[in-house]
Each structure stands twice: as structure tokens, then as C-alpha cells.
Nanobody
Framework: VQLVESGGGLVQDGGSLRLSCAAS????????MGWFRQAPGKQRELVAR???????NYADSVKGRFTISRDNAKSTMSLQMNSLKPEDTAVYYC?????????????WGQGTQVTVSS
């Protein structure tokens, strides 16, 4: 199973970006999915998570600005980021719990850079 992110880039303060994550492989099922981010010199932190029933939770710093969604049929997840701030600058990683062959494993994408200029 592979997770591939797309949609990062450079945007001005107050702008918007949409990140996508696609899971590929065969014979798997996906549980909880989430977006994490890591800024230079900082620890990786949870941005938002979405469970298989569609319930969500967000970091306080992004509540009201970011929206996470998923399409279970397509094994994809998105993060709509609005009102971006320079402090949102980080590498964003897709994460998912994936069931394969009766075993649940945690997978990470390769990361996509988001840069917000002031």
C-alpha cells in the first residue's frame, strides 16, 4: 500500500490550498486517516483526522480554517486549507491505518511542502 500526497505549493498569507492523498494497492481497507505537519526544527504534529464513519477532529490552530474529507470508494482524502498563515508553513504528511491480510498497519506518505509567504 502506498500513500501519495499532492497539492502543496507556495501561497500568500490569507490564501488557500487543497491537499490530496490517494492510497493505492490491492486488497486493503482503510480506517482512520489524518494529516500531520512538520515545520523546521519542530516535532511532527496532528493537523486533522477523519475516521471511517466520517467523524473528524482538528488541531485548535486550524479549527475553522481547514476542512478534512475523504472518499471511501476512491480511497482518497483531502484537506482544504483556507485563510492560510505563515505559521502553517510545513511539510504536510498523509497518514492512514490500513488493514491488509488481517493485519492493521500505519502508513505515511512522502510529504508535500506548503509554504505561506507573509
Amino acid at each position: 500500500v502506498q500513500l501519495v500526497e499532492s497539492g502543496g505549493g507556495l501561497v500568500q498569507d490569507g490564501g488557500s490550498l487543497r491537499l490530496s492523498c490517494a492510497a493505492s494497492g490491492r486488497g486493503f481497507s482503510i480506517g482512520a486517516m489524518g494529516w500531520f505537519r512538520q515545520a523546521p526544527g519542530k516535532q511532527r504534529e496532528l493537523v486533522a483526522r477523519i475516521f471511517s464513519d466520517g467523524s473528524t477532529n482538528y488541531a485548535d490552530s486550524v479549527k475553522g480554517r481547514f476542512t478534512i474529507s475523504r472518499d471511501n470508494a476512491k480511497s482518497t482524502m483531502s484537506l482544504q486549507m483556507n485563510s492560510l498563515k505563515p505559521e502553517d508553513t510545513a511539510v504536510y504528511y498523509c497518514n492512514a491505518f490500513v488493514g491488509l491480510g488481517g493485519v492493521l498497519r500505519n502508513y505515511w506518505g512522502q510529504g508535500t511542502q506548503v509554504t505561506v509567504s507573509s
